[in-house]
Structures are given as structure tokens and as C-alpha cells.
């Protein structure tokens, strides 16, 4: 019997084993590290929201917003395509801040990244903004980027960016 | 002659109540004036600071709990379309000097308790991802009351951090000690263009802090040297961790330009 082939097999399927295992801990601790980064970008989103809903309802016409750096603000009207957070509550109107997923996006839409980390609001108060990215554009959004704080401007009903 | 025996009872009975009802009261308004809500919300946000710094997860799976203030100084009247979380009242007198001080002191109280709510430097509560990043933590907006608004007169910078220079936080040290590590004004290493400027009343400012991570210092913004290590040539090393040094500006989109933080960590 040839016995270094033999060892060789054996180490082959050690080293499989080994490699396999390290990419699921690999795998496990990226998400645990993401979902923990998530959650906190969660927390910082839902006291943006209220902050921003408070400072519409005092009546100021602007209103600067820190946090979550890359997560989108956005609305939705008269109850079309809205995330389940919103109509679950049979909201007529909507105004998140969500973490936006390029690939949901375009696949499925912005409310299914609003339903996965929801910061949503019952508001009247509706985001006007444009943007053309992947040569898609998405309306009704802004996306909270440097330079920080960004400063939103409410006019009539509408919030727009200051830019 | 009967007695009512019910009727005695019932003149106790309201006479204690009567008394329960006042102390309650007396007890509440105490209460409020300790103004409790502030104090927690400052211990939560220090806490969670010191946790995280102590967290040996690398990971750092416990998030800071620091919310900002929005601090209205008070002569009297309120902020208008500023909505406050806190309303610090002065007595304004005849006097300018006087309410110049009493001002100056309401906002040494906001800039020590920033201070000692991020762990007065010697804490490490950032969790950088990158190179050249710079962590902000906006403590508090202040605006002022349209008495004080009314002031015909503004305090400058230099007035201020004297101020800080010459009074004392407690009984231990002064606030500018506490605050920058030296009983000295010109030592805190601000710019010339820094304490050049005004504290104007009609205008909104903000306290900040935070920690940087530097390549070198050119990356800095030009109001303070920060503070750390250096090389022969002064610059700093590569890599380098800072703290920024507790600011106080006005609440322009060029003044956060000027400051560049790539992230805030305070809740709104």
C-alpha cells in the first residue's frame, strides 16, 4: 500500500475541512460585525426622524441632519409601494430613513431596505430629490452625505436638500 | 349633646390630606428644579463612553448613548422657532459686565460637562474604519432668548477664554485646566483666527468634540494643533490618534466644512 498518497488524501481533506470551517467563521463574524453596525445606524436614524418630524411640526423652515452617514431619507404618498412598517399601521403617508441596499433597490424597490431596518413616520411632509444612479433614477429621496451635517430645507409640504 | 364622631374624623382626614398634598407638591417641585432628565442623560452618555473604551471585543458591539442639547440661554423669554431640550435661565441686570459673565458661565458649564461626558480625553470611544478619519460629537446647539438677543453688545472670543482662565470650575481647578490642560489661553493651541471671533447672540452655536485618526497633521482643521505625538519636524506620526479639543462655533455650513468630520456619533 502506498502510504504518502494515502497521508496525503487524509491532509487534503483536513486542509477542506479546515478552509470550509474558517469561511464560515469568516461568514459569521462579518455579519455579526454588520448587523451589530446596522442596529446602531438604527438607533441614530429613528432619533434623526423624530428630530425631524419635531423640528417640521415647530414650524422651522430648516433643519440639519448628522446621522446615519449613506442611509437615504425618503417618503412615500397616498399609500402606493410603501414599506410594511408604514401601511402595517395603514399610514396614508410615509417619511423614512433607510439604509439603502443598491442591488434591493433595483430589484425590489427602496421599501423592502425600509422594512428590514425601519425608521418610518406618519408624515404629510414628502422628500423632493433626484438623483441618476445606475442609470436608474430615484426620486423622492436624499441621501445623508458628507458634507455632514446636510441641511434640509421645508417648504410648503416639501423637504429638498440644501445644496 | 352627641358628637359626630364621623364629622372629627373627616376634619383629620382632610387636614392631612391637605398637608400630603402640599409636601407632594413642595417634594415635585424640587424635583424639578434638580432637573434630573439633563443629569441622566449626561451620566448615560459618559457611561456608555467608558464602556465602550473598556469593551475588549474588538468588535465593539455596545453603541454610545450620547444624545446633543439643545440648550436655549434664557434672560427671561424664550428661543422662538429653537426648540429647546433644555432652558437655562439668567438673571440679566443693568450691569453688561455682569451679564456677560453670567452668559460665559452657562456656557463653561456646557463646554466642561462635553468634556467630561466624552471621557475629557483620555478615552478612547472612536472605532475608526479607515485612515484620515475624523469622529465628531456634537454636544450641544445654544441659542439665545430675544432679551439677549436685544443686547446691544457681543462677547469675543478673547473675553471668553479669559473668562475660562480665570474662573474656577470647582474648587480643584479652573475650567480652562479642566477643559484644555493648561491654566493658560495662549497655550491651548487654538488659532489666532479662532479667538478672533465673537459670540454673537443673534446666532446659534455649537460645542464639539471628538478623535481623529491621522496620516499626518495636514489633514487637520486649521483651529487647533491637535494634540499627541509628533516627529523632529513637528508632524504628526503616521496613523495618529487625536482628540479634538473642545470647540465652540457658530452653526454654519462653513464652519462643519472647516471642521470636516466624516461622522458624528451623537443622536440628533
Redesign the interface.
Known amino acids: 500500500m502506498n502510504k504518502k498518497a494515502f497521508l496525503l488524501a487524509e491532509e487534503t481533506i483536513k486542509m477542506v475541512i479546515a478552509l470550509i470551517a474558517l469561511t464560515f467563521l469568516v461568514y459569521f463574524?462579518t455579519s455579526?460585525?454588520f448587523s451589530?453596525q446596522n442596529?446602531?445606524d438604527l438607533?441614530?436614524a429613528k432619533?434623526?426622524l423624530?428630530?425631524?418630524v419635531?423640528?417640521i411640526q415647530?414650524?422651522?423652515k430648516q433643519v440639519?441632519?448628522?446621522?446615519p452617514?449613506g442611509w437615504t431619507i425618503t417618503s412615500w404618498e397616498n399609500n402606493e409601494n410603501m414599506p410594511k412598517t408604514c401601511s402595517n399601521f395603514a399610514w396614508k403617508n410615509c417619511i423614512c430613513i433607510c439604509k439603502e441596499d443598491s442591488y434591493t433597490r433595483r430589484v425590489i424597490g427602496l421599501s423592502e431596505d425600509c422594512d428590514e431596518y425601519p425608521a418610518c413616520a406618519d408624515s404629510n411632509f414628502q422628500v423632493s430629490g433626484a438623483r441618476n444612479w445606475y442609470k436608474k433614477e430615484l426620486i423622492n429621496s436624499i441621501v445623508i452625505s458628507?458634507?455632514?451635517?446636510i441641511?434640509l430645507n421645508i417648504n410648503g409640504n416639501q423637504i429638498t436638500k440644501n445644496e | 349633646m352627641r358628637t359626630i364622631k364621623k364629622a372629627e374624623l373627616t376634619t383629620q382626614q382632610i387636614v392631612g390630606l391637605t398637608i400630603l398634598i402640599i409636601s407632594f407638591g413642595v417634594l415635585l417641585f424640587f424635583l424639578a428644579r434638580l432637573n434630573l432628565q439633563e443629569l441622566t442623560d449626561k451620566e448615560i452618555c459618559h457611561n456608555s463612553v467608558v464602556l465602550y473604551d473598556k469593551n475588549p471585543n474588538p468588535l465593539k458591539s455596545n453603541a454610545l448613548d450620547c444624545r446633543t442639547s439643545y440648550v436655549c440661554i434664557s434672560g427671561g423669554g424664550d428661543c422662538g422657532d429653537f426648540s429647546s431640550t433644555i432652558k437655562r435661565e439668567i438673571k440679566l441686570t443693568s450691569d453688561e459686565n455682569t451679564n456677560k459673565d453670567r452668559i460665559m458661565k452657562q456656557l463653561a458649564e456646557e463646554m466642561a460637562d462635553c468634556w467630561w461626558m466624552f471621557g475629557e480625553g483620555k478615552v478612547d470611544y472612536a472605532n475608526f474604519e479607515g485612515f484620515g478619519n475624523k469622529i465628531c460629537a456634537m454636544c450641544s446647539v445654544i441659542a439665545f432668548d430675544k432679551t439677549i438677543q436685544g443686547k446691544d453688545y457681543s462677547i469675543t472670543y478673547e473675553e471668553f477664554y479669559k473668562f475660562l482662565e480665570s474662573t474656577p470650575k470647582d474648587e480643584a481647578e479652573f475650567y480652562l485646566s479642566y477643559i484644555y490642560n493648561t491654566p493658560d489661553k495662549n497655550k491651548i493651541g487654538a488659532s489666532e483666527d479662532y479667538l478672533s471671533r465673537k459670540l454673537i447672540f443673534t446666532e446659534q452655536y455649537f460645542i464639539l468634540t471628538g478623535m481623529g485618526k491621522s496620516w499626518i497633521n495636514w489633514g487637520l482643521n486649521k483651529h487647533w494643533l491637535p494634540m499627541g505625538f509628533e516627529d523632529i519636524f513637528g508632524r504628526k506620526l503616521f496613523d495618529q490618534e487625536y482628540v479634538i479639543p473642545l470647540t465652540i462655533l457658530e452653526k454654519t455650513p462653513e464652519n462643519f466644512e472647516e471642521l470636516g468630520c466624516d461622522e458624528f456619533i451623537t443622536k440628533a
Do not use: M, T
Open positions: 463574524l455579526l460585525y451589530n442596529e446602531k438607533g441614530l432619533e434623526s423624530d428630530f425631524l419635531q423640528e415647530s414650524g422651522n440639519e441632519i448628522y446621522n452617514s458628507k458634507p455632514f451635517p441641511q
